[in-house]
């Protein structure tokens, strides 16, 4: 028993961790400016101090503040970035945080990360809360051959935006994970709860 134990432990270290996953999003936390990004077609965005608006960054010092100046126009898009071409048989996740702050109603407008898979699938995942941090993302399987790069853009859609209306974006990340190893979060899952398993099992047997 004792064994298994550390044999299941090791493969939740080898699942769980990061080592097996490779970033394919240049300078996603902006602490060098908006190196490696690309300016949208409408409007501005810039990078600014953490402590803009008396929001503090989700991490480091800085984060993109997408106050676009053009607000006739939307969705915006602020920034966007492509990155590798998808290989076959390959687990890729999306992840970022936003910090919206709009007026009106709730979700009228919103601010997300678009994603072109580069295999015909587009996904977006938009912040839900409002004047807080949100945690957003996706996970994708890549099984067919393209020649398109994945493509992240952070937007605004939604509605005209007025003055004073701002999201903050910060940590975007894009993972992709080996072909050899399954979907991320199931094989550190399984193994977590074969571990959990293998720990009440002592417990009961201590108590005979």
């Known amino acids: 028993m004792k064994l298994l134990r550390v044999v299941l432990v090791l493969i939740i270290l080898a699942s769980c961790g990061a080592g ?3 970033e394919r999003i240049t ?3 902006f602490e060098s400016g908006t190196a490696g990004w690309t300016a949208g077609a409408y409007g501005s965005s810039t990078v600014v101090p953490s402590g ?3 929001v503090t960054a989700h991490e480091g010092g800085y984060f993109l503040d997408a106050s676009l100046s053009d607000y006739a ?3 915006k898009t602020a920034l966007w970035q492509s990155t590798t071409v998808p290989l076959v048989n390959t687990w890729y996740e999306i992840t970022g945080w ?3 702050h709009f007026s009106g109603e709730l979700g009228a407008k919103q601010a997300a990360i678009t994603v072109d898979w580069g295999d015909g699938t587009v996904e977006r995942v ?3 809360l409002d004047s807080l941090w949100n945690n957003v993302g996706a996970a994708h399987y890549v099984q067919f051959n393209s020649p398109s790069p994945i493509t992240v853009y952070l937007e605004i859609y939604g509605g005209p935006l007025v003055s004073g209306d701002f999201a903050l974006f910060d940590d975007i990340s ?3 994970y080996s072909s050899s190893v399954p979907e991320p979060g199931s094989l550190c899952a399984f193994a977590s709860f074969l571990l959990a398993v293998a720990a ?4 009961i047997g201590r108590k005979k």
Request: aromatic share 12%; no cysteine.
């Open 20 to 22: 097996n996953a490779v």
């Open 27 to 29: 300078n996603g936390g």
């Open 52 to 54: 803009t608006y008396g």
């Open 73 to 75: 126009r939307w969705p």
């Open 98 to 100: 936003i910090y919206p």
């Open 126 to 128: 938009a912040a839900s």
């Open 174 to 176: 894009l993972q992709e």
């Open 200 to 203: 009440v099992r002592r417990g």
